[in-house]
């Protein structure tokens, strides 16, 4: 992993996506397209923001999105599809392409394995990800499923997982966060040639320092990352809090 601490959430965002957006560029100069995967959540505010304003050709970019709510209508605020609508997809000029997760699909399974046919058409460029309180990637929660073959699975979601939706305020209650989605497996995940992981906050503390500094194990499912080959990521001193070998 290659760690960069940042003194703000802003700093970090505007780095986090000048770094992707140099992926992006060098990928269509190379092979004419890129292929890159987003996530949603607090964490990723800042470097959306930034992102959107870089200069990229987006005609030439297809975007995947890495998780939804199953059954959530696209008009909840917390729906991952609107997310990404309001905050990149509809502010890009020109995109080849948005693939995006329908949690209102009749078979969920079936929308798995449509989704599936469209990820393993070419590999994956970038991964914009984060880090969840309980140490999840996209909603694999503990203990998640590290040898799962599947690109796109159906997940039970945890009620750290659920609670951290209330805390952050997409949800008014517990009770009213949905408790299944459809998320990208955490193997297809580490198949993304490039990771930026953007993980801000205090309340991420606890799990970025058993990411970065733990074991690697189920429990702790963003340990997985210590594996990958290009994983950058991006951090503010209060998420930086606890590990004992911060840059």
């Known amino acids: ?9 802003t700093e970090m965002g505007i780095a986090a996506a000048q770094n992707a957006s140099s992926i992006i560029r060098q990928k269509i100069d190379n092979q004419g397209l890129a292929r890159i995967v987003l996530a949603t959540g607090v964490s990723q505010f800042e470097m959306l923001e930034a992102l959107v304003k870089e200069p990229i050709d987006w005609s030439k970019t297809t975007v995947f999105h890495l998780d939804e709510y199953i059954s959530l209508p696209a008009t909840h605020p917390a729906s991952f599809r609107r997310y990404l609508r309001d905050r990149f997809v509809d502010r890009v000029a020109g ?33 914009c990800i984060g880090i969840g309180e309980n140490g999840h990637l996209a909603f694999n929660d503990p203990p998640a499923d590290f040898d799962c073959k599947e690109p796109f699975i159906i997940v039970d ?13 997409w949800f008014k209650s517990l ?22 992981c953007t993980v801000p906050d205090e309340r991420k503390a606890p799990a970025l320092q058993a990411t970065v500094e733990g074991p690697i194990t189920p429990m702790v ?4 990352l210590q594996k990958h080959g290009d994983c950058r990521l991006f951090i503010d001193r209060p998420a930086a809090s606890l590990l004992k070998r911060c840059p």
């Open 1 to 9: 992993m290659k760690i960069r601490v940042f003194d703000s959430k």
């Open 157 to 169: 979601l945890d009620d750290a997982c659920r609670r951290q939706q209330v805390g952050e305020g």
């Open 95 to 127: 995109l080849a392409d948005f693939h995006a997760i329908d949690g209102e699909a009749a078979d969920a399974a079936a929308e798995c394995r449509r989704l599936a046919a469209l990820l393993q058409a070419a590999p994956i460029d970038l991964a």
């Open 175 to 196: 009770n009213s966060v949905p408790s299944r989605a459809i998320s990208m497996s955490i193997p297809w995940i580490m198949r993304c040639q490039t990771l930026v």
């Open 221 to 224: 499912p963003a340990s997985i």
